[in-house]
C-alpha cells in the first residue's frame, strides 16, 4: 500500500514552458486535491476531484488544469509556466467525511522551479 | 466566511520545556473537522490528528495533546517534554462542509538541545 504518490520530485522549467504533475492513490479514495505551497506559507487549494469524471476549481486554479479519468490518477497540468508558479505541489486523497473519515492523505511533494 | 489562524509565526523552545501551539478557527457550519499536521524539514505532511465538531473531549496521545473548545474556537496542541525530533511547521485545518481544507499559515516550532 503506497498511499499518495506523486512524481517528479523534482523539476526546472523554463518560461512558457508546460508540464504535468502525475499523482497516483491507492486508497480507492473518492476525493483528490492539489494544493500549492509557497515558501514559508500554507498550503492553497487548486483544484479538487469528488470522482472520475468530476473536478471543480480551487482557491487558486489559473495557470492549471487538471482530469480525473480514473479513481486512482489525478494528473496537474501546468500550461506556459511562469515565475509565480514556483511552488512546492502537494497531491492528497481523502473519503468524504459523511461517509468515512474526511482524513487527506498527502503525497510527498513536487519542487517545481519556473526560471 | 472560513478561516483558521495560527497567530504564532515562530517557537522556540529548549528540549524538554513544554510547548503550546494555538489554533482560532472561524466557521458558520454546525457540522465540521479539525486537523492537525506536522511538516517536518523533510517536506511531507504527516496527519497528527482529526476532531469533529460534537467531540469536545481533549485527547493525549503519547506527549501529544489537543484541547479542543467550541466556546473559544480554538483547537490548541501541546506537546509535553519537546524533542529535536518535534522540530517541524505545523498545520492546523479545518474541514468545510464541501469537505475542502482551509489550513492556517502555520506555526514553525525549533526545538533546540
Known amino acids: 500500500n503506497a498511499g499518495v504518490t506523486q512524481t517528479p520530485k523534482f523539476r526546472i522549467l523554463k518560461i512558457g514552458q508546460s508540464m504535468t504533475l502525475q499523482c497516483t492513490q491507492d486508497m480507492n479514495h473518492n476525493y483528490m486535491y492539489w494544493y500549492r505551497q509557497d515558501p514559508g506559507m500554507g498550503l492553497k487549494l487548486i483544484y479538487y476531484?469528488?470522482?472520475?469524471?468530476?473536478?471543480d476549481k480551487g482557491e487558486v486554479p489559473n495557470g492549471y488544469n487538471v482530469s480525473r479519468s480514473t479513481t486512482e490518477d489525478f494528473p496537474l497540468r501546468l500550461e506556459l509556466a511562469a515565475p509565480s508558479q514556483t511552488s512546492v505541489y502537494f497531491c492528497?486523497?481523502?473519503?468524504?467525511?459523511?461517509?468515512?473519515?474526511?482524513?487527506?492523505?498527502f503525497g510527498p511533494g513536487t519542487r517545481l522551479t519556473v526560471l | 466566511a472560513q478561516k483558521v489562524t495560527q497567530a504564532q509565526t515562530e517557537i522556540s523552545v529548549v528540549e524538554k520545556e513544554d510547548v503550546t501551539l494555538d489554533c482560532v478557527y472561524e466557521t458558520r457550519d454546525t457540522t465540521y473537522y479539525l486537523f492537525w499536521y506536522k511538516q517536518p524539514p523533510s517536506g511531507e505532511l504527516v496527519f497528527l490528528i482529526r476532531r469533529n465538531s460534537f467531540d469536545e473531549q481533549n485527547e493525549i496521545s503519547g506527549r501529544y495533546s489537543w484541547n479542543f473548545q467550541k466556546s473559544t474556537s480554538s483547537f490548541n496542541f501541546t506537546i509535553t517534554a519537546s524533542q529535536v525530533v518535534d522540530s517541524a511547521v505545523y498545520f492546523c485545518?479545518?474541514?468545510?462542509?464541501?469537505?475542502?481544507?482551509?489550513f492556517g499559515t502555520g506555526t514553525r516550532l525549533q526545538v533546540f538541545p
Open positions: 485545518a479545518l474541514h468545510d462542509n464541501t469537505d475542502k481544507l482551509i
Open positions: 476531484s469528488v470522482g472520475a469524471g468530476i473536478t
Open positions: 492528497a486523497s481523502s473519503l468524504p467525511s459523511g461517509g468515512g473519515s474526511g482524513t487527506q492523505y
